[in-house]
C-alpha cells in the first residue's frame, strides 16, 4: 500500500538581502497512514519549514518551494492550484502550532475559531457546528465545555489553550496533523498530559502525526519512526527504538551524550556539541556537521555524504556520515565510550571561541 | 476629572488675572476716564480681591453661570451656546471625512505593501501629519479659490462655504489615523493566528476580515475619541482663518483682548472634552477588546 | 577593535559558520539612518537652512526690515512673469515694499532659534525632573503625575497662546522682539511630556538587572542615573526630540499668524503669512513663499525624526 505521505527532493528557499537560505535542502521521506513520525533537530535546521512546506503556508515574498514533490494521498500538493491547497488545509491536513496564546485569535470565541473549520469544509450550519465543537472540546478533556465554548483564549490556561488547538485540528478528521513543538511553550507536567492526548487521538481516530521537536525526550516515548534533522537535511533515518539503541551518526551521538540521564553514573559529565550551527546561505561543501565534530577527517570536509544505509543496524536505518557508512572508521564505534579526539573537542571550542562577538553595550533601548 | 478641572480653572485665572493690562484699555489714545474704569471694575466684580474673585467665578460656574463677555456686552453662555454648534458640526464634518477616507487608505495600503497605493498613502500621510493646517490652508485657496474660484474664501452658512474648512481640517486627521490604520494592520497581519487561520483553508479574503481587521481595528478605534477631541479643540485655527463664527473663533478673540470670562468658559470647555476623551480611550478598549475588563 | 572584528568575521567565513554582527547599538543605528533617503535629504534641508540663517546677514541682499525710499510695494516674483516685477527683487517685495528674499532668509534666523532653543530647554528641565521622580518615587513621583494630568488637558496650542497673549504686553514679553516669551511659553507647555516619558523609562529600566548591580557595587543614585538610566533611555528621548524641534518652529509660526508672536517688524514665516494675507487675493506669493518654506522645514524634520525612528528601533534588529 502507498505511503500517505511521500515526500521527495524538497527544497524550500528564502531569498532575504543578505543571500539565498537554503532552509529546507534536500529532504525525502514517507508517512504510512496512521503513523507517527518525529523530526528532531536544532532550532533552525529546517523541522518547522519542512511542515509549513508540506501545507505550503510558507510566505511567498521571502520563501518559495523551489524543487521537490508532495504525494498526499496519491495527489502532488505543489502542483495543486490554490483553491484544492486551501480545500486540503484543514480538511485532510491540519496543523498545531507551538505557542496556543498567540496562535489563537484573542478577539473570537474559540467556539467561533473551531467551527470555522467545520463551517468551511463539512459544510456544517451553525447549529451542527457548535454541537461538534463542544464535542471535540469534550474529546480534548476541556471540563464545562458547554460552558467554555465561547469563552476567549485568554480565560483559558496554556494547557488548555493547546488542547483547543488540538481540537481545532482534529475537527475535520484530518488524515494527517503536523504537530510543530506542541509541547515547548508548556510547564512540564502539562506537557506529559498534552503528549498523552495526542497519543491516544492518534490511537483512536488512526490519525497519521508529523511530530515535531528538539525535545528528544518527548519523541522517545511517542513516535514509531524518527528523522534527524540537520541543516536543512535528513541526517538519521530510523525506527524510535533503534534509534535510540543503535545511533549511527555522530550529531544523533551528540545529542543523546548532552541529555542528562537517570541511570548514568553521578560522575559521568554531559558533553555538549560545541561550535555554531552552519550558515545556512553560504553552508560548508563537505558534510553540514563536520565542523563541529570531533570525529571528522578529511574526506568529511570534501564531499557530502549521501543518506544510506548503514552496516550493523536494521534494515531500513540510514545515516548521512562517512564515518558510519560501509567501509568508515566509525562502523564499529562504541559511541558510549569513545569520546573521539578530544584535542579536536578542545580546537573546535577555539575556533567557536574566536568568531564568537562579544557584545558591546547593555540591553539597549 | 473634577479635580483636574479646578486646577485647570485655577492655572488659567491666574495667567488671566498676572496679564498686564486689562479688557477696558482697547483703545489706547483715548483711555476711558477713571470713574469709569472704576464703575466697570465694580460691575463686573474686578475690584475684588482677587481669591474672592475665583471663588465667585466658582460658584457661579456651578451654577451654570458663566458671566458677561467684557468686550462683547453679552453672557458668555449665549456665546458659547452659538458658537459651539458651528464648531460642533465642522468638527464633526471633518471626522467623518477623516474616517471616511483614512480607514479604507490604511487597510488598502497595508495590504499593497511597497506597491504605488502604499506609497502615495505614506506620502499623504506624512504630508497631512507635518504641514500645519493653516499652511495647508493657504495652498488650498491659491488653488481652488483664487485659481479655480471653486469656493469662497471666507464666511459660513451654504455648503461650498463648508468645503474647504472641513477638508483642511479632516486632512490631519485623516493622515494621522491613516497612518495609525496601516501600522495596526501591519502588526496584526503578523501575528502568529493569522497562519493559523489560514492553515484551516479560509480564504484569504476570509482571513483579513474576519481575523484580522477585527484586531487591527481597536487601536484606531481607541483614538478616535482623542481624535475628535482633537478637532474640536484645533478648529480655532481653520475658524480664523476661514472666518468660520465658531468657538475656536471666538476664543482667540478672547484671549487676543484678554475677555477673562470667556477665555475662562471656553478652556473649561476644552479641558473638558479633552479630559472625556482621554477617558473614552480605556472605555473603547474595554468594550472592543475581550482581554481586557473595565471596572466599572 | 575593528581588526579583531574583520578577522572573526573571516574566520567565520572560513568555518562556514553564522557569526553575530559586530556593530554595536549606535554605530548600527547611524547606519541604517544613513541609508534612508528621505532622512538623508531632510538632514540636507535642515543643515542648510542653519548655514542659510547663520550666514544670513552675508547672503541677504537687502535689510528685512528697513523700508526703501521709494518703496516698489507688492511686487511678485521675477519668474511669475506678470507686469508688477521688479528686476531688483528676485521673489517679490511685500506691502511695505521689502525684499522678500532678504526677509525670509532672516526668517531662517528666528525659526531655527525657536527650534533648537527651547526644545533645549524643554529637555534639560524635563529629563532631569522626569528621571529624579522615576528613580526615586515617591511624593515627587506623584505629584509629577498630578501636575502633567492638568497640563495635559489643556490643548497644547491653545496652551501656549493664553501664556504668550497674557504677557505680550508686559516688559518681559517685549525682550527680543517677543522672542524670550515665546521661548519661555514652550518651555513651560514642553517640558511636562518629556518628564513623563523619561519617568516611564527610568520606571522600565530602573527594574533590570544592571542597575542592581550597579547598584549592589555601590554606586551612587546620580551615577547610576547618569552612566546607566541615561544611555539606555536616550533613544526615545532622542526621537522625541527630533519631533519637538519642529513642533516649536510651529508654535512660532502659528503664533506669529494669530499676531501674538514675534513682534513686527522683525521676520518671521508665520509673521510674513499674517502680513500678507490680507493682500492674498492681490499679491499671494508673499504669503506663498512663506508657507513653502515652514513645509520644506517641517518636513525635513519630520523625514529626519522618522528616520531615526526607524533606526533606533530595536524590534527591527535582526
Known amino acids: 500500500m502507498a505511503d500517505l505521505l511521500e515526500v521527495t527532493d524538497l527544497h524550500t528557499q528564502f531569498f532575504t538581502r543578505d543571500g539565498v537560505v537554503r532552509a529546507v535542502d534536500g529532504v525525502t521521506f514517507q508517512v504510512a497512514a496512521g503513523e507517527t513520525l518525529g523530526i528532531v533537530g536544532e532550532s533552525g535546521c529546517g523541522k518547522s519549514v519542512t511542515a509549513l512546506s508540506l501545507m505550503r503556508l510558507i510566505p511567498q515574498p521571502p520563501g518559495k518551494i523551489v524543487k521537490g514533490s508532495i504525494m498526499f494521498d496519491g495527489q502532488d500538493i505543489l502542483k495543486m492550484d490554490d483553491d484544492d491547497v486551501r480545500g486540503i488545509r484543514g480538511n485532510n491536513i491540519a496543523m498545531i502550532f507551538q505557542d496556543p496564546m498567540t496562535s489563537l485569535n484573542p478577539v473570537l470565541t474559540i467556539s467561533r475559531q473551531i467551527s470555522e473549520a467545520l463551517e468551511l469544509h463539512l459544510k456544517m450550519d451553525k447549529s451542527e457546528a457548535r454541537k461538534r465543537t463542544i464535542e471535540l472540546l469534550e474529546l480534548v478533556n476541556i471540563p464545562s465545555a458547554k460552558k467554555r465554548v465561547d469563552d476567549y483564549p485568554h480565560q483559558f490556561s496554556g494547557g488548555m489553550r493547546q488542547r483547543v488547538m488540538i481540537a481545532m485540528a482534529l475537527s475535520c478528521n484530518p488524515k494527517l496533523i503536523l504537530a510543530d513543538e506542541p509541547t515547548t511553550a508548556l510547564d512540564v507536567t502539562i506537557q506529559a498530559q498534552i503528549l498523552d492526548l495526542l497519543k491516544n487521538l492518534a490511537r483512536e481516530f488512526r490519525t497519521a502525526f508529523i511530530l515535531i521537536t528538539h525535545d528528544l525526550g518527548v519523541v522517545a516515548g511517542m513516535t514509531q519512526r524518527i528523522n534527524v534533522m540537520y541543516a536543512g537535511r535528513i541526517v538519521e533515518k530510523a525506527d524510535t527504538v533503534e534509534l535510540f539503541a543503535n545511533p549511527k551518526m555522530p550529531y544523533t551521538w551528540g545529542l543523546l551524550r548532552s541529555i542528562p540521564r537517570l541511570d548514568e553514573s553521578r560522575k559521568a559529565k554531559l558533553v555538549p556539541i560545541e561550535g555554531l550551527p552552519p550558515d545556512l546561505i553560504a553552508p560548508p561543501p563537505g558534510c553540514k556537521f563536520e565542523p563541529r565534530c570531533q570525529y571528522r577527517r578529511d574526506v568529511c570536509k570534501e564531499k557530502e555524504p549521501e543518506l544510506k544505509h548503514i552496516p550493523n543496524s536494521k534494515s531500513d536505518h540510514e545515516a548521512r556520515c562517512w564515518g558510519t557508512q560501509e567501509g568508515g572508521w566509525l562502523v564499529d564505534t562504541d559511541w558510549k565510550r569513545e569520546i573521539g579526539d578530544t584535542r579536536l573537542l578542545e580546537a573546535i571550542k577555539q575556533e567557536t571561541a574566536s568568531v564568537t562577538a562579544t557584545p558591546e553595550t547593555p540591553p539597549g533601548a | ?296 | 577593535m575593528a581588526t579583531t572584528a574583520s578577522t572573526a568575521q573571516e574566520r567565520a567565513a572560513e568555518l562556514n559558520v553564522l557569526a553575530r554582527k559586530q556593530r554595536s547599538l549606535w554605530g548600527d543605528a547611524l547606519y541604517r539612518l544613513m541609508r534612508n533617503k528621505a532622512a538623508v535629504g531632510g538632514l540636507i534641508v535642515i543643515v542648510t537652512a542653519f548655514l542659510v540663517a547663520a550666514l544670513a546677514p552675508l547672503i541677504a541682499p537687502y535689510s528685512p526690515i528697513e523700508i526703501p525710499q521709494n518703496p516698489a510695494s507688492q511686487m511678485e516674483p521675477l519668474w511669475t512673469g506678470s507686469k508688477y516685477t521688479d528686476p531688483r527683487y528676485l521673489l517679490g517685495t511685500d506691502f511695505l515694499g521689502r525684499d522678500i528674499v532678504s526677509r525670509l532668509i532672516y526668517a531662517s534666523r528666528i525659526s531655527m532659534i525657536v527650534g533648537f532653543v527651547p526644545t533645549a530647554i524643554v529637555f534639560g528641565l524635563g529629563v532631569t525632573v522626569g528621571m529624579t521622580a522615576g528613580f526615586f518615587g515617591g511624593w515627587l513621583d506623584q505629584a509629577l503625575m498630578r501636575f502633567t494630568d492638568i497640563i495635559y488637558a489643556f490643548p497644547d496650542f491653545l496652551f501656549l497662546l493664553i501664556i504668550v497673549a497674557s504677557f505680550r504686553n508686559s516688559p518681559f514679553g517685549k525682550l527680543l522682539d517677543g522672542l524670550l516669551l515665546i521661548f519661555v511659553a514652550i518651555a513651560i507647555v514642553g517640558w511636562v511630556g518629556v518628564a513623563r516619558l523619561t519617568r516611564g523609562q527610568v520606571l522600565a529600566l530602573k527594574e533590570r538587572e544592571f542597575v542592581e548591580a550597579a547598584r549592589s557595587v555601590g554606586a551612587t543614585p546620580r551615577r547610576i542615573m547618569a552612566k546607566h538610566l541615561l544611555p539606555n533611555a536616550l533613544a526615545p528621548l532622542i526621537v522625541t526630540a527630533a519631533f519637538a524641534v519642529p513642533g516649536a518652529i510651529l508654535g512660532e509660526a502659528t503664533l506669529s499668524f494669530l499676531g501674538v508672536g514675534i513682534i513686527p517688524p522683525t521676520p518671521s514665516w508665520g509673521q510674513m503669512i499674517n502680513e500678507g494675507f490680507p493682500l492674498f487675493a492681490a499679491n499671494p506669493w508673499a504669503v506663498l513663499l512663506p508657507a513653502i518654506c515652514i513645509s520644506v522645514v517641517m518636513l525635513a524634520f519630520t523625514f529626519v525624526g522618522d528616520g531615526l525612528r526607524d533606526a533606533l528601533d530595536p524590534r527591527m534588529k535582526t
Open chain 2, 1 to 296: 476629572m473634577i479635580p483636574t478641572l479646578f486646577f485647570v480653572a485655577l492655572i488659567t485665572f491666574a495667567l488671566a488675572k498676572a496679564a498686564p493690562g486689562s479688557p477696558f484699555d482697547r483703545n489706547p489714545d483715548k483711555p476711558p476716564r477713571q470713574e469709569t474704569i472704576d464703575r466697570w471694575n465694580r460691575f463686573y466684580g474686578l475690584d475684588k480681591p482677587v481669591h474672592e474673585q475665583f471663588i465667585l467665578y466658582l460658584t457661579n460656574v456651578a451654577k451654570f453661570d458663566f458671566g458677561i463677555s467684557v468686550v462683547r456686552q453679552r453672557p458668555v453662555s449665549d456665546i458659547i451656546g452659538n458658537g459651539f454648534p458651528v464648531t460642533a458640526q465642522l468638527g464633526i464634518q471633518a471626522l467623518l471625512l477623516a474616517l471616511a477616507v483614512s480607514l479604507p487608505l490604511g487597510v488598502i495600503s497595508a495590504l499593497r505593501q511597497n506597491t504605488m497605493v502604499d506609497y502615495g498613502s505614506l506620502f499623504f500621510a506624512t504630508v497631512g501629519t507635518t504641514i500645519p493646517s493653516f499652511v495647508m490652508a493657504i495652498f488650498f485657496i491659491y488653488i481652488f479659490a483664487l485659481g479655480l474660484h471653486l469656493f469662497p474664501i471666507t464666511g459660513w452658512g451654504t455648503p461650498q462655504h463648508m468645503v474647504m474648512p472641513t477638508v483642511i481640517l479632516a486632512l490631519g486627521a485623516a493622515a494621522f489615523l491613516a497612518r495609525i490604520t496601516r501600522a495596526s494592520m501591519l502588526e496584526a497581519i503578523r501575528q502568529d493566528y493569522v497562519r493559523t487561520a489560514r492553515s484551516k483553508g479560509l480564504r484569504e479574503q476570509v482571513v483579513i476580515v474576519g481575523h484580522v481587521l477585527k484586531n487591527a481595528m481597536i487601536p484606531v478605534a481607541t483614538v478616535v475619541g482623542p481624535a475628535a477631541a482633537g478637532l474640536i479643540t484645533g478648529s480655532f485655527i481653520i475658524e480664523t482663518f476661514f472666518s468660520v463664527p465658531g468657538i475656536g473663533r471666538e476664543y482667540v478673540r478672547s484671549i487676543l483682548a484678554l475677555d477673562y470670562p470667556v477665555i475662562m468658559a471656553t478652556t473649561l470647555l476644552y479641558a473638558f472634552f479633552i479630559i472625556v476623551a482621554n477617558l473614552s480611550v480605556d472605555l473603547v478598549y474595554g468594550m472592543l477588546d475581550p482581554r481586557i475588563k473595565v471596572a466599572k
